[in-house]
Nanobody, 128 residues
Framework: AQLVESGGAEVQAGGSLRISCVAS????????IGWFRQAPGKERERISV????????DYEESVVGRFIMSRDISKNTVHLQMNSLKPEDTARYYC??????????????????????WGQGTQVTVSS
């Protein structure tokens, strides 16, 4: 199983960016995909999650109204559209996958340790 993130870049505060996560090696619609981020010297932070089969999703409070997660089942891909970016959004962003039956998106917001495998991350830098 493999997850590959892409789309990270440096953007100005207030700008937008879309990052993507392409999955392979597992049955995509049997899983949920989450986004996390980690800035230097800080703990990994949960951002959002989407259940591939039914599209149920959840967001951390800090990104509600700014970030939107979507999926393209035909391409085994999830996207994270990030709007109104702030310098504090600067971090390395990771996607992770876990079985939908265990993560139960829509009923609960899964924690990092519940995911089965992770990508290598993509860097997002927001300059002021």
């Amino acid at each position: 199983a493999q997850l590959v993130e892409s789309g990270g870049a440096e953007v100005q505060a207030g700008g937008s960016l879309r990052i993507s996560c392409v999955a392979s090696g597992f049955i995509f619609d049997e899983y949920a995909i989450g986004w996390f981020r980690q800035a230097p010297g800080k703990e990994r932070e949960r951002i959002s999650v989407i259940n591939i089969r039914d599209g149920a999703r959840d967001y951390e409070e800090s990104v509600v109204g700014r970030f939107i997660m979507s999926r393209d089942i035909s391409k085994n891909t999830v996207h994270l559209q990030m709007n109104s970016l702030k310098p504090e959004d600067t971090a390395r962003y990771y996607c992770a996958a876990g079985p939908q039956g265990r993560l139960r998106v829509g009923v609960r917001f899964p924690q990092a340790h519940e995911y089965s495998f992770w990508g290598q991350g993509t860097q997002v830098t927001v300059s002021s």
